[in-house]
């Protein structure tokens, strides 16, 4: 999914409020195999903004990818290019969002309605930069969901160069849906994406959209060269360490042991500045379905968010856990 020398069977999702650095730091202790992927960030906001803040990561975090907003292709290339510069291993185009907001800018899944405009940033975005640029898109939007529009999007912008794509397996409703109910009303069309691949089969095909079971993953990879994990990769973050041992036979790390390092990790990023409620906030689904789970979410959500909140909240939340857990 990055390079040749460095696929990964399995990638976490850009998630907006979510994905952020310290999410990924905390994922990456998790499964050293999967690409992670950043909220999206606009090209406008790196045009006009503070690039290297908003382009922050931790070295720890590679194989990382840039995920981009936008559809005009000079500011699309220039904002390829501050990724590369900063480090990341690929350029992501967003072609799959459906909120109110990103249609406004004309960016997002809208976008699937003109594949020539999303071919025209590819071209100049790898003309920019040397690492991988994807897209992430929908398999339709609208009354537009056909296989046939599916098909003809995806060989237009091949045709620019790009060689990998995310497909979440659902269409985009563009009016009358809100984000939340595009990711769970439309139904999902794996064998599309499937289709795709036979199809395809010199491109790159992720599948993404609804995945909860190894067992799925299992079976999604007889026809897809990979799969993206979304909300259960947030919600339940141990399911990666189910995936690592599945597809790379990967030893199961110590759920306290995680903490340990991620301490380490936290204590340095509080001392320049960063509130403790923005990193444990992502810890909360670590201990899902083990004794004392309640106990330890409950702790951090009630006590992180205090002023001067320190390590010691994150140590007394692990002392509401059972020694064995």
């Known amino acids: ?53 908003l382009l922050q990561f931790n070295e720890e975090e590679h194989p990382v990818a840039l995920q981009l907003g936008g559809s005009d292709p000079q500011l699309m290339a220039a904002a390829a290019r501050h990724g590369e510069l900063q480090g990341y291993d690929e350029i992501n185009i967003n072609v799959g969002c ?8 004309q960016f997002g899944a809208c976008l699937m309605a003109d594949p020539g405009k999303v071919a025209a940033s590819v071209s100049a975005m790898r003309a920019a930069v040397r690492i991988p640029v994807t897209v992430k898109t929908r398999i339709g939007i ?33 009016a009358g849906l809100s984000p939340k109910e595009n990711r769970s ?14 199809d395809f089969p010199h491109l790159t095909i ?36 189910e995936l690592e041992q599945m597809l790379y036979a990967s030893a199961v790390p110590d759920r306290q042991a ?37 106990a330890w979410r409950r702790h951090l959500s009630e006590n992180a968010h205090r002023a001067g909140a320190g390590i010691d909240v994150l140590r007394a939340a692990l002392q509401r856990l059972p020694k064995a857990a």
């Open 1 to 53: 999914m990055k390079s040749s020398k460095n696929k990964s069977q399995i990638a976490v999702a850009p998630m907006m409020d979510w994905t952020d650095r310290h999410c990924r730091y905390f994922l990456r202790l998790l499964s050293p195999h999967a690409l992670l992927y950043t909220e999206m960030v606009t090209a406008a906001a790196l045009h006009h903004g503070d690039a290297a803040r």
């Open 98 to 105: 459906p909120s109110d907001r990103v249609q406004s800018g």
């Open 142 to 174: 609208d009354d537009r969901d056909s296989y046939e529009f599916l098909q003809e999007f995806i060989a237009t912008v091949a045709a620019a160069g790009c060689g990998t794509f995310i497909v979440h397996a659902r269409k985009a409703i563009l």
């Open 185 to 198: 009303v439309p139904p999902l069309d794996y064998p599309r994406v499937y289709r795709l691949k036979r």
């Open 206 to 241: 992720v599948l993404n959209g609804g995945i909860t079971k190894t067992a799925e993953v299992s079976e999604h990879l007889q026809h897809v060269d990979a799969v993206m994990i979304g909300r259960q990769a947030y919600q339940d973050p141990w399911f990666l360490t």
């Open 258 to 294: 995680v903490i340990e390092e991620m301490s380490v990790y936290i204590e340095r990023e509080l001392a320049s500045g960063v509130p403790l409620k923005q990193m444990t906030r992502h810890l909360l689904g670590l201990f899902n379905g083990q004794p004392g789970a309640r």
